[in-house]
């Protein structure tokens, strides 16, 4: 087994997780998805020569998420179900709706650098655009965040 691969992927599961749950809207389609990925990133370590990295194990994430969705779901989700306790603020259900109500692409975008705190280039290897579109596609979901929560 590729050291890399038990670094970078089970170091990271819980934001694989993470961005599994905003692309399904759902905790068990996501834990679905995040055991798939999982398993296409252990075949694709033994056979690639690159290394494991975040990026790349998000990568696998998002692709296995977009394969799943359009697999199981043909018609994508409006809105992602409350993440957190029942008890949630009002503001905090707003935020999650209005994020969830984003076009994917741009979902994504906003998820990977606000939420998980990727960087520009990680975000375009995962998304696998360039670093101007991540960054026009980060101040578009803003502006539309701030619009929306207005």
Not at 69 to 84: F, G, T, W, Y
Request: no cysteine.
């Amino acid at each position: 087994m590729d050291p890399s691969f038990r670094t970078v992927v089970l170091a990271h599961l819980d934001t694989a997780y993470n961005l599994a749950l905003w692309l399904t809207g759902s905790h068990r389609d996501a834990e679905e998805v995040v055991q798939k990925s999982v398993l296409s990133a252990f075949r694709a370590s033994d056979r690639s020569g690159k290394s494991n990295t975040r990026a790349r194990w998000l990568l696998i994430v998002r692709k296995t998420a977009d394969s799943w969705l359009s697999e199981n779901r043909p018609v994508p989700v409006a809105e992602v179900p409350d993440i957190a306790d029942m008890a949630v603020a009002e503001e905090q259900r707003e935020m999650r709706g209005a994020i969830a109500a984003l076009p994917v692409p741009f979902r994504v975008t906003l998820v990977l650098r606000d939420i998980e705190g990727l960087d520009y280039r990680e975000i375009a290897d995962v998304t696998e655009v360039s670093i101007g579109t991540v960054m026009s596609r980060l101040a578009w979901a803003r502006e539309q965040l701030v619009a929306t929560l207005s």
